[in-house]
């Protein structure tokens, strides 16, 4: 068997592989000094690439349309934004994680959604994807504002200082600024983006790779490995996994109670349980400034993984039920 069908039949992406490479990277070869402040100029650059790419590739339609669907947007924002930061919260005073790992769960479950894998997954499924397209695209948008409020709040709850108005600010000019360029130049890009599809999907994935290795370089250079033991990253595991079954359940039977069709079921279901790498990333390196951010990105990274492999299952099981169901 080779390395290509051992990764599809354990429903590994290679780029899944390339992220946690990063992290190996900057073990071995963490960046400093002058090249650790030049690394942190081109890291704002490409952040600020990808999010203009995204703001370029989002149709107008896709971040207006949907509003005649507001029960289920509403619904998955619920979930989002109100449901797993209530989660995060409690996983983050069981004392079962260091104080930084905790922080980091709760700020995984302050993120928005997936846009790609939420689309892709309840295209599989077949589920409406007409309002995935919209959900999530929605969720990551409200998520450069209600990401940074949430940790700000919950983080001061704890008796840390994380966000603040000085990070919000930083998020609108990093991120959300370079989103709005990228929608006034649509006109101008879109055919260019379309076209290099391939291209725009390296710059996206390059940038979070960057990304990673920059935030996680930092935190090697600041003792990480000192300060995280292999049983904590055990019980990390288990909590992210944990995390996830409550909320893919929450979201499957939340949908049923409040009467969606299966299609919207699977809607809320993907988009609803699912957390953003390409939008937290960038953001715990704002909000988390310094070797703490390597840390804080590591229950995303964990999760991100289980909910890629989770969701694959998931949706290759609804995408092979009979057509009748998938029409009631």
Known sequence: MGFKSLLDKLKIEPYVIALFGMVVLASVLPVRGVAAEGLSVIVKLAI????????AKLSREAVVAGV?????????????????PVLGLVASKLGVLSS????????LCCLPSTVQSSIAFTSIARGNVAAAVCAA???????????????????????GAAGGWKSIQDIIVQLLLPFILGQLARPLVAKWVEKHKQLVGYVDRG????????????????????????????????????????VL???????????FSKE??????????????????????ILFP????GVIVLPLMIFHQIQLMACSVIAQHYAKRPPAIAEA
């Not at 600020?48 to 703001?55: D, N, P, T, V, Y």
């Not at 669907?69 to 934004?81: E, G, V």
């Not at 920059?214 to 944990?242: N, Q, R, T, Y």
């Not at 359940?249 to 009467?259: D, E, I, M, N, V």
Request: neutral net charge; glycine residues 10%; aromatic residues 10%.
């Open 48 to 55: 600020a690439l990808l999010f203009f790419l995204h703001g």
């Open 264 to 285: 919207d079921e699977i809607t809320i279901m993907f988009c609803g349980s699912k957390k953003s790498m390409a939008t937290g990333v960038p953001m715990a390196g």
């Open 249 to 259: 359940a929450a979201t499957t039977y939340g949908a049923r109670a409040l009467g």
């Open 100 to 107: 930084t790992l905790a922080a980091g769960m709760l700020f």
């Open 207 to 246: 940038s979070i790779l960057l990304v990673v290795y920059a935030a996680f370089s930092e935190a090697v250079v600041g003792g990480i490995w000192s300060k995280v033991s292999a049983v904590e990253m055990a019980i990390l595991l288990i909590a992210c996994c944990v995390l996830l079954a409550i």
């Open 290 to 293: 310094g070797p703490t951010a």
């Open 137 to 159: 695209s929605a969720s990551n948008l409200f998520g450069i504002f209600i990401t940074p409020v949430l940790v700000s709040v919950l983080m001061h709850t704890q008796g």
């Open 68 to 84: 005649t669907h507001w029960r289920l947007h509403l619904t998955i924002l619920a979930f989002t934004f109100g449901m797993f």
